[in-house]
């Protein structure tokens, strides 16, 4: 199921989101103008590597604190493809619009950051030997999607599933994406044994849905100065 449009009205611009969006797509762009090695290169070094961090902590890895841990920040705005970049900024133009509106700009990205580092940590702790990098916004952006799931559980989301195009509540669309990457974290744990993850950070979805969900109860709704018009 592919999500088209929602309908769950918002009453501020979501300057940060476009912001975010506008980001990613740029970085893209570098990333696409560069050689086949030295993209290889740039993800290895800014990508998030699961077992950078496990050996960090049991000593076993020379890389220093910085060079292990600074990837979980880094790895929210790089894009191994077209195709992941863009699915990634569609679902974050649909849901990431709400959001801001009901966190505030600010909060807004503290709740970002913070989502894509839990879906960060939490491929580290259910791939701890994985040594392909992680990378996309898509935890980040998991994190909306819980917050989301949430706050505005009765929106309706226009739908595509094949030929056919239909409304369904955003309970069941984010519902469905959530056991689709559960189902799937749990199929390429065990069929990699946790070496990596078949090119997929699905735990890293997982992770982050469930952070959005957590966090979105920890932050402020923003002040509403009028429920219609500015704000």
Avoid: C
Wanted: aromatic content about 20%.
């Amino acid at each position: 199921m592919i999500p088209i449009r929602d309908d769950q009205p918002r009453f501020s611009t979501p300057y940060l989101t476009y912001f975010l969006i506008a980001l990613n797509l740029l970085i893209y762009f570098f990333e696409s103008a560069l050689d086949p090695e030295s993209f290889k290169a740039l993800l290895f070094q800014f990508g998030m590597i699961p077992s950078h961090v496990t050996g960090l902590l049991s000593g076993a890895s020379r890389l220093g604190p910085i060079a292990a841990l600074l990837p979980a920040f880094t790895s929210m705005f790089l894009h191994g493809s077209w195709m992941h970049v863009i699915g990634n900024m569609w679902f974050l133009w649909i849901f990431g619009d709400n959001i801001e509106d009901y966190l505030g700009h600010f909060n807004y990205l503290m709740f970002y950051i913070m989502s894509g580092v839990a879906a960060a940590l939490a491929q580290v702790v259910l791939n701890p030997n994985s040594r392909v990098p992680t990378v996309g916004a898509s935890g980040a952006i998991a994190g909306v999607l819980g917050a989301y799931f949430l706050l505005y559980p009765r929106a309706r989301v226009l739908t595509w599933f094949l030929f056919l195009f239909f409304y369904v509540p955003a309970w069941v669309m984010l519902g469905y994406w959530f056991v689709v990457q559960f189902l799937s974290g749990a199929a390429s744990s065990v069929a990699y044994a946790g070496e990596n993850n078949g090119g997929v950070a699905f735990w890293a979805h997982v992770g982050g849905f469930i952070a959005g969900i957590v966090l979105i109860k920890l932050f402020p709704e923003r002040p509403r100065r009028y429920r219609y018009g500015t704000w």
